[in-house]
């Protein structure tokens, strides 16, 4: 049984929530607050939860600095449910920081809406309460180079844990590595916020958030924006950019993980390098299998180091891995690329 606790000021949100959950027969809701001060009250009766629902904004005290409070005396997974992630805020960005190990958007009806996202909600606890905490890396202090040509091009996809596991990887490349595309799943508006985040901490990479028609050049990493589908096409000779198309959800994702591997293996070739990190569902199986028919090279993380070893498990599983990988071998892999 999972045990939930939800710090949120607004009732009505944490009804909604208690409403979702009720339905699961593996999650319980063991307390609730409306401000981290009296959720401090409340454990004294019931104890800590396997996760923590957390809004950011709230009376007494704020969420980020319930983290770091909470964080001291026993790091628990904790999922942000706040509507300062539609507007891409730097304070979405520090919990991750701190531990939280994803982000709910608010729905902005709360009593018609909040039903929409229930079985994200639910998926989301399921993978928090598996998830495993990912010691950081040292940074790497290497100056940027002038960029050059490349014919390899990698494409990462990730979702759940991807965060956490992306800094990771991203901070140990080394000057003039193979350009890289990321899918990530995440929520509109975020993806800004986060690229503009790595970009200040990964002093060997130039990384934004991805424009329709960027140029793809080795040294940079481009991030899909969070409500729209990222693809790969040849433009000229040893030349690639980036595309950006605005239609449904594929594998039940935009940006879609699929959507990304399937334009490399068509436009790349044997010349796309894929790889699928930590997340739960499937998105990005099948897409990488086709990157692999098309003579590319796919890799998958391993059970051992993903925090929630879905999205790689189904793809091995499926036969379209090349070689599982533990977290600390992806950066060496991608800087080898020649």
């Known amino acids: 049984m999972i045990k939930v606790f939800i710090i949120d000021d607004a009732m009505l949100i944490r009804n909604s929530i208690k409403k979702i959950l009720n339905n699961e027969d593996d999650i319980t809701v063991i307390g609730e607050a409306q401000n981290p001060v009296d959720a401090f009250i409340e454990f004294e009766k019931v104890g800590l939860p396997d996760v923590f629902i957390l809004d950011i904004e709230m009376p007494k005290m704020d969420g980020l600095t319930f983290l770091k409070k909470i964080n001291i005396q026993k790091p628990i997974p904790t999922i942000i ?32 809406n ?10 989301k606890i399921k993978a928090a309460n598996k998830s495993k905490s990912i010691s950081s890396s040292p940074i790497n202090n290497k100056n940027l180079e002038a960029l050059k040509k490349t014919n390899k091009i990698v494409a990462i996809g990730s979702s759940t844990g ?17 350009p890289i595309l990321i899918t990530q799943h995440m929520p509109a508006g975020f993806t800004t916020s986060f690229a503009n985040r790595l970009n200040k901490l990964c002093p060997n990479s130039y990384i934004k958030e991805a424009s329709h028609g960027d140029s793809i050049l080795s040294g940079q990493i481009l991030i899909a924006p969070g ?3 990222l693809e790969i096409k040849e433009d000229g000779y040893n030349k690639y950019k980036a595309v950006l198309k605005d239609y449904p959800k594929v594998s039940n994702h935009k940006p879609s993980v699929d959507v990304l591997f399937t334009s490399l293996s068509k436009e790349a070739k044997h010349n796309g390098v894929a790889i699928l990190l ?15 028919k ?32 533990a977290l600390d071998q992806v950066a060496n892999i991608i800087n080898e690329l020649r």
């Open 81 to 112: 449910c706040s509507s300062l992630v539609e507007k891409g805020s730097s304070k979405a960005i520090e919990a991750l920081e701190l531990g939280a190990c994803d982000i709910i958007l608010k729905p902005k009806n709360i009593s018609q």
């Open 162 to 178: 991807g965060v956490q596991t992306l800094e990771k990887i991203l901070i140990n490349l080394q000057p003039n590595h193979s």
């Open 294 to 325: 098309a003579n590319g090279i796919t890799y998958g993380q391993n059970e051992e180091t993903s925090i929630v070893y879905g999205m790689p498990k189904v793809a091995f599983t499926l036969g379209n891995i090349d070689k599982q990988i």
């Open 227 to 229: 409500d729209i589908h």
């Open 114 to 123: 909040f039903d929409n996202i229930s079985e994200e909600f639910i998926s």
């Open 278 to 292: 930590t997340g739960m569902g499937k998105d990005g199986a099948i897409g990488i299998g086709k990157v692999q």
